[in-house]
């Protein structure tokens, strides 16, 4: 099974700022199948990547996606309100699929 | 409107059994692949099981296999999840999601979440 550690567990940011968050995977996911999902509270997760960089259907472009291999990074260029979120990677290349542990990103 | 609205959530007692259910709505049902996916409490997501479109093949974490089973009926358009034995463990809140593709397992719908307490 494929062990996926995001970090920062937390992420203490000031609105406009820009956020760089890690997923690295215990061993290579295959063909990139690495997603990127932002889950408000009380909501189910919102899908914002896939294949580690295809941006998702209406996600805006200050949101990108990036990596390879085991290290994988989303970027939030310019903080907006409603991007003080959590934040979760999941990898679909090998089987069982396995999500991270999730990196929450707080108003300083 | 594209959605999925998950039903069937409650405080059960260990050893007991639920039935989650998953209402989907403006889109192809039987089209796609849907899967059960939880977060318990102060812990990240984890998937439990997925069914294909036509629901001939199903599939399950270690953690939940014998013990819980997915169906559909796409006549319905509906997604179930059975869950028997039930363990403090399997306390969480329980998504239903949408596969975008055919044999691409990553999610581009979910619905709310309905909660489960495993709980004497």
């Known amino acids: 099974e494929i062990v996926l550690t995001q970090s920062p567990g937390t992420l203490s940011l000031s609105p406009g700022e820009r956020a760089t968050l890690s997923c690295r995977a215990s061993q290579s996911v295959s063909n990139s199948y690495l997603a990127w999902y932002q889950q408000k509270p009380g909501q189910g997760p919102r899908l914002l990547f896939y294949g580690a960089s295809s941006r998702a259907t209406g996600i805006p472009d200050r949101f990108s996606g990036s990596g390879s291999g085991t290290d994988f990074t989303l970027t939030i260029s310019r903080l907006e309100p409603e991007d003080f979120v959590v934040y979760y990677c999941q990898q679909y290349g090998s089987s069982p699929l396995t999500f991270g542990g999730g990196t929450k990103v707080e108003i300083k | 409107e594209v959605q999925l609205l998950e039903s069937g959530g409650g405080l059960v007692q260990p050893g007991g059994s639920l039935r989650l259910s998953c209402a989907a709505s403006?889109?192809?049902?039987?089209?796609?692949?849907m899967s059960w996916v939880r977060r318990a409490p102060g812990k990240g997501l984890e998937w439990v099981s997925t069914l294909s479109g036509s629901g001939d093949s199903t599939f399950y974490a270690d953690s939940v296999k014998g013990r819980f089973t997915i169906s559909r009926d796409n006549s319905k358009n509906t997604l179930h999840l059975q869950m028997n034995s039930l363990r403090a463990e399997d306390t969480a809140i329980y998504y239903c999601?949408?596969?975008?593709?055919?044999?691409?397992?990553?999610?581009?719908?979910w619905g709310r979440g309905t909660l489960v307490t495993v709980s004497s």
């Open positions: 403006g889109f192809t049902f039987s089209s796609y692949a």
């Open positions: 999601a949408k596969h975008q593709r055919t044999n691409y397992w990553y999610f581009d719908l």
